[in-house]
């Protein structure tokens, strides 16, 4: 269970300019929420809404400004073993270029020191034929297939998928969205962010909209579409961004 407890993040320094009080950057305004064991969460919200510093305050790469974070009934601050249960999918994943392929996978399987499912998903990504290149050759979308092989390797309880979907040609998402949804069938927590709203309305058994700091909207695909009285998906979320009456 992941707990969110009047989460506040804050950037930058109070300043001075003129007479004038510039404030800092206040990200996350009192963020409350709990995530229980099992299921696939999408986590929305426009750039700068505080979707992403979210799950990096959960993550632990970023420090929260006030309030806790609790994994399993034990708070994260000041910890690191709790991170070992989960497995962290970056937008952006910058390889050493000069590594071939097969090195990094070792070197991640050395470092995890539990058994890995490589071989499997090195199959499943089409991945072979590239084991001996560097990873400086490597094109954006095989980069990706190289992220999501050293993600779903480890078998742990929880995933973290920062827009999972970055580069990938239109097999290797068939390919992708089985294995997040078998996944699931063992009972994992997997959080996910993406900006492809219909890879997210077939995968996600709950909607947490995150607006300006705060949690503007929370529910299933079909409450999402029951409250703004929308017919698609992606006229909910637009529908959401314009009328606060759903805050």
Not at 55 to 64: A, C, I, Q, R, T
Not at 125 to 138: A, I, T, V
Request: net charge positive; with cysteine; glycine share 8%.
């Amino acid at each position: 269970m992941i707990e969110f407890k009047d989460i506040h993040k804050k950037y930058g320094k109070l300043e001075v300019l003129k007479g004038v009080k510039y404030g800092k950057l206040e990200v996350l305004k009192g963020v409350n929420f709990t995530i229980k064991d099992g299921g696939i969460i999408a986590i929305l919200g426009p750039n700068g809404s505080g979707k992403t510093t979210s799950m990096k305050s959960f993550l632990g790469m970023v420090v929260p400004t006030k309030g806790d974070i609790l994994f399993n009934g034990k708070s994260i601050k000041g910890q690191w073993a709790y991170r070992e249960q989960i497995s962290y999918l970056p937008q952006i994943a910058n390889f050493p270029s000069n590594l071939k392929v097969k090195e990094l996978i070792s070197m991640i399987k050395n470092i995890k020191k539990v058994p890995c499912n490589d071989q499997e998903l090195i199959e499943l990504f089409g991945l072979q034929k590239h084991l001996n290149k560097s990873l400086g050759n490597l094109s954006g979308g095989t980069k990706q297939k190289v992220n999501l092989v050293l993600t779903f390797m480890v078998d742990v309880p929880v995933l973290v998928l920062d827009e999972p979907t970055s580069g990938l040609d239109p097999i290797a998402v068939l390919a992708l969205k089985k294995l997040i949804l078998r996944e699931k069938e063992k009972g994992k927590t997997i959080l996910i962010t993406s900006h492809i709203l219909s890879f997210l309305e077939e995968l996600s058994d709950e909607i947490l909209f995150i607006l300006e700091g705060n949690i503007y909207f929370r529910g299933t695909p079909e409450e999402l579409l029951a409250t703004t009285q929308k017919d698609n998906f992606q006229e909910a979320i637009a529908e959401l961004l314009k009328n606060e009456k759903y805050a």
